[in-house]
């Protein structure tokens, strides 16, 4: 059986843009086509409330995981800081308290 992997981007925030607009786009475009594409299990979305936001969508095997970090990369996104696939070693399903 093939591991589940992650995609890790980090993206340059623009410090001008409207927050509502940013969550608007992740919303209502980025997160269905992600949703969309085969192998997709879950992602997060994070910022440092500053100038970096940073995204792990999680998919059922490597293969899948590319194509995810292909729709996380591609141009006419925010400027990407690190992006990379990684292999998960182990995750707590098990809801907290």
């Known amino acids: 059986m093939s591991a589940a992997?992650?995609?890790?981007?980090?993206?340059?925030?623009?410090?001008?843009?409207?927050?509502?607009?940013?969550?608007g786009i992740l919303e209502?475009?980025?997160?269905?086509?992600l949703r969309a594409l085969p192998g997709?299990?879950?992602?997060l979305w994070l910022t440092d409330?500053?100038?970096?936001?940073?995204?792990?969508?999680?998919?059922?095997?490597a293969e899948h995981a590319r194509a995810g970090f292909e729709v996380l990369t591609r141009d006419g996104g925010p400027p990407?800081?690190?992006?990379?696939i990684h292999e998960v070693e182990a995750e707590d399903p098990t809801p907290g308290p």
């Open 49 to 61: 409330g500053a100038t970096t936001g940073t995204c792990i969508v999680v998919f059922d095997d």
């Open 5 to 23: 992997h992650a995609v890790i981007v980090q993206g340059a925030i623009d410090l001008l843009a409207d927050p509502a607009h940013r969550y």
């Open 40 to 43: 997709y299990r879950n992602s």
């Open 80 to 84: 990407t800081l690190a992006a990379g």
């Open 28 to 33: 209502e475009l980025v997160i269905p086509e």
